[in-house]
Each structure stands twice: as C-alpha cells, then as structure tokens.
C-alpha cells in the first residue's frame, strides 16, 4: 500500500466509519439542497436585474458576475479547503450565502436599493456556493469508506444532474409566481443545509499537518498533482477538449432546432436530455467503474462520445421530424457518457489522492473545465459561421474520434495508474 492511499484510509475513524451511511446521506443532503437554491437565486437574479432596468446587457453582466469570480476563485478556495475542516467550511459558507441574500438581494427587492447591487450579490453568493461544494467533495474520503467510494461519487453526480433538471425551471416558476420568491426560496434551502452540516462530525485528521509552504506553492499543489500523475493529466485533458467541442455541439443543436422550426418547448426538452441523460449515466455508472481500470473508463467514454458525434452528424441530414428524435439521444447520450467520465474520475481523486490535496484538485479540475466552456461557445460561434453547420458537425466528430485515438494509444504505452502523491 502506498503512503497517500494510507493517508486516505487513516482519516476515517472507525466510529465515523460505522455510521458512515448516515453521514454521507447528511452531506449529500447539504449539497444537494444549497445546490438547488444555487440554480433557483442563479436563474432568478439576472430575471430581476431585466425587470428592474430593462437592459438585456446589464442582467448578462449580473448573470456574469456569479460565474467569473466563482471559476477564478476555484484554485484558491481549494487551498483553504484543504487548510481547515471540510464541515466548518461548508458552515461558513452556508452562512455567508444567507447573509448575501439578506443584505443584498433584500433592499433590492423591498427598499428600491440600486439594481447594481445584484452584480455583487451574484459574485458573493458564487464565491460562497463554490466553497460549499468544494468542501462537500473534499470530506468524502473522510466519512465514507474506501470500498464504497464509487458509488459515492455516483450518486454525488446523479445529484447534480438532478439539481440541474429540477432547478432551473423551479427558479422560473418561483419566479413568476413572486420575484422575491427564489430569494427566499434560497435562504430557506441554505438554513436546511446548514442544519445537516452541523450534524456531521468534525473531521479530524490524526497526523501533523505538512508544513507550510509559499502562498505560490500552496495555491500551485493542484497543478503540479496532475502534471505527475498521468491518469489525471490525461484524463483532464479529455475533459477539457470535450467540454470545448460540446458547446460547439450545443450551438449546432440550437441552430438546427432553430432551421427546422421546432417549437421552444421541444427545444427545452431536447437541452434538457442531457441532465437526464447524465442522471441514468450515474445511476448505472457504479457497475462499470467498479469493474474496469480508470483509463480503460476513459478510453470507452472517448470512443462513446466518438460514436456519437459521428450519429449527431447525420441530424443535417433528417428533417423536423427525425430531429426530435436524434437531437435528444445525441445529447442526451453525451450526458449519460459524461456522467460515467466524471464517477470514473472522482473516485480515481478520492481513492488515489492524498486528503490534504483533494480540494486543490478539485479546485484546479473545475478552473481549468470550467474555463472551456466560454472557450467553446466563442470558438463555435466563430466556427459556425465561417463554415456552417455542414461543415462544422464532421469536424467535431473527426476531432472527437482524434482525441479517443489519442487516449488509447497513451493508455496502451503508459503503465497502469497509481497513486498519485504528494508535490
């Protein structure tokens, strides 16, 4: 056994451990309940910046200031995750989540407080969601046994994707019925999270902390993880290249959806087959990942994606009504290959990564994935039209079907991963 998975078995006591199904279902019931006021407040907000002022321009720079700090700050809020205890972290963040809402979003609603206001609303109350949810992943490896670690993270993604579904069109809802109602909706959810957090047990690690290293080093521990280790650089890397080529593949889909004249409905439920997809994915994900080697994962979920792209190219080709049908099992067959990538690539970080480094890696995982998708969507546009959709779909699947060459033939040369250590 190596000395980070030691590390990684050292930090669940046995008297955590005995009762670690409870305390997976109380961190997993924070999560999931912050992350569906997340998505309601997220959707909400920029609703209520249109309302107020009537300008498209300033509701996107709202919505926009609820994701930038939040992807930049991802590096940085992993260190601090890794500094302190998961749960007291999860606590403060809750905590400043609902004082955002109440200082922020209050005046704004009830005593006619500059709309600009929301703008930093939004970037607080991103901050304090990813400090959330980076501890959340970050004390899996202490409260749930090693042999139970994928399915952990199985149902750690089917939670997403279900939060995905359910928040978005329950903000809208919540939204026309009262627009204070997402705000308060929000607060109430962070107060339910809150109490399961406070009854999770504090974790404690039962070794001295390393010793402190320069700011540049610390916040750098995510970075130099993955350059050492070759599954997690290989495995990024994929993450990275398909994210950028899915939002090409979103616009496509758009525009397709758009040319043959299907109603915003149908357009809602084939954008919205993806989150069904990955929910399925993460459900029937476990069997697999127990199963097979992470990189092997990888390979199939490349040559999947592979297969798929290279269906989603005949869509140019179908009318109206044999879109309906390939536009949703394309996208949504995207989402339930992805949700196999990310069970695949979480267990392999808890299982293999020391506790100490988990939330820099997380951190520098969602940074560098998170910073694709901009990347993709102003590429594909440029893409689009220079070239079309004709064009464009046979370019995405060769790029597709290029990088499940590549995986395979570094999975093949490379030696069977292990674990990752310390930088």
């Known amino acids: 056994m190596s000395e980070t998975d030691e590390h990684a078995e050292v930090t669940v006591p046995s008297t955590v451990q005995s009762r670690w199904r409870l305390h997976f279902a109380l961190l997993w019931s924070s999560v999931a309940l912050a992350g569906l006021g997340s998505m309601t407040f997220g959707l909400a907000i920029p609703l209520l910046a249109l309302f107020h002022t009537g300008s498209p321009a300033l509701a996107g720079w709202i919505a926009a200031a609820g994701m930038v700090p939040r992807t930049l700050l991802h590096v940085p809020v992993g260190l601090v995750v890794d500094r302190h205890d998961p749960r007291t972290v999860m606590l403060i963040g809750l905590l400043c989540r609902i004082l955002c809402v109440t200082l922020f979003v209050g005046p704004v609603l009830f ?7 929301l703008a930093l609303a939004s970037a607080l109350h991103g901050v304090c969601a990813t400090l959330h949810t980076t501890a959340g992943t970050a004390a899996v490896p202490h409260l749930v046994p090693r ?3 994928a399915g952990a993270a199985a149902k750690n993604e089917a939670r997403n994707d279900a939060t995905q579904m359910i928040g978005r069109p329950l903000g809208g809802a919540l ?9 308060l909706f929000d607060v109430v959810l962070c107060f339910l999270s809150l109490w399961a957090s406070l009854r999770l047990p504090r974790i404690r690690r039962d070794r001295a902390r390393p010793p402190r290293r320069p700011l540049g080093r610390e916040l750098a521990g995510g970075f130099l993880l993955v350059r050492r280790d070759g599954f997690l650089l290989s495995s990024l890397m994929v993450c990275m290249l398909t994210n950028t080529l899915f939002q090409v593949v979103w616009l496509i889909i758009m525009l397709r959806a758009t040319e043959e004249g299907l109603s915003t409905f149908i357009l809602g439920l084939v954008l919205a087959s993806t989150g069904a997809g990955g929910l399925l994915g993460a459900l029937a994900a476990p069997y697999l990942v127990r199963r097979v080697s992470p990189a092997r994962m990888v390979c199939l979920c490349a040559w999947a994606w592979s297969a798929l792209t290279l269906v989603l190219s005949t869509a140019d080709r179908a009318g109206a009504e044999w879109l309906t ?9 995207i989402g339930f290959v992805g949700a196999h990538m990310n069970v695949t690539v979480t267990t392999y970080h808890t299982a293999h990564v020391a506790p100490e480094l988990l939330g820099r890696l997380t951190g520098t995982v969602r940074f560098l994935t998170g910073a694709m998708l901009p990347v993709g969507l102003l590429c594909g546009g440029h893409v689009l039209e220079a070239l079309g959709v004709r064009t464009t779909l046979p370019l995405v699947a060769a790029i597709t079907t290029m990088i499940a060459l590549v995986v395979t033939v570094f999975a093949i040369k490379r030696p069977p991963v292990g674990s990752a250590s310390t930088p």
């Open 175 to 183: 939204y026309g019925v009262a627009h204070a109602l997402p705000a």
């Open 325 to 333: 049908m390939i536009l949703p099992l394309t996208w949504g067959g």
């Open 111 to 117: 005593l006619g407080a500059p709309v600009v206001i």
């Open 147 to 149: 042999e139970e670690l």
